[in-house]
């Protein structure tokens, strides 16, 4: 969960720095606010969808089935690219994410890397996801 909360953290602070960039993550709904509602006009409005991949991650039949399975449809369309990033082992090879290119490689996920690769990963990732907000899905 901290290399989580970190990646997301590098992440958010370099979206910030690109146009039209925006990070929506678990937590930012509003009190009150319908979260089914908030998620899907997340997922609707997005221009590049960002999994940072976990074993959690893939056991989640929510986000596997509410939010992945959307997201994958629009990307078939070309409505929006998506991103994905190993931060664990998984297996991955048993989801779509199998089908499509990672933002590092699957065989070294974040949490097997030193600081300084990590850093340098991130750094990668987020040239590829500046690319895909430049770059029609």
Not at 10 to 24: D, F, K, T, Y
Not at 101 to 115: G, I
């Amino acid at each position: 969960e901290e290399m989580i909360r970190d990646t997301e953290s590098v992440l958010r602070s370099r979206l910030a720095e690109i146009p039209n960039g925006r990070w929506q993550a678990e937590g930012m709904i509003e009190g009150g606010e319908s979260w089914k509602q908030a998620i899907d006009r997340a997922i609707e409005g997005a221009s590049v969808a960002i999994f940072l991949v976990t074993p959690n991650l893939l056991a989640s039949n929510f986000v596997m089935r509410e939010e992945l399975a959307p997201i994958l449809q629009r990307a078939r369309s070309r409505k929006v690219r998506l991103v994905w990033l190993p931060i664990s082992a998984s297996s991955y090879e048993e989801t779509p994410f199998v089908g499509l290119q990672a933002a590092a490689n699957p065989a070294r996920p974040l949490d097997q890397m030193s600081e300084s690769h990590q850093h340098q990963a991130l750094v990668s990732v987020c040239k590829v996801i500046k690319s895909a907000l430049e770059t029609p899905a």
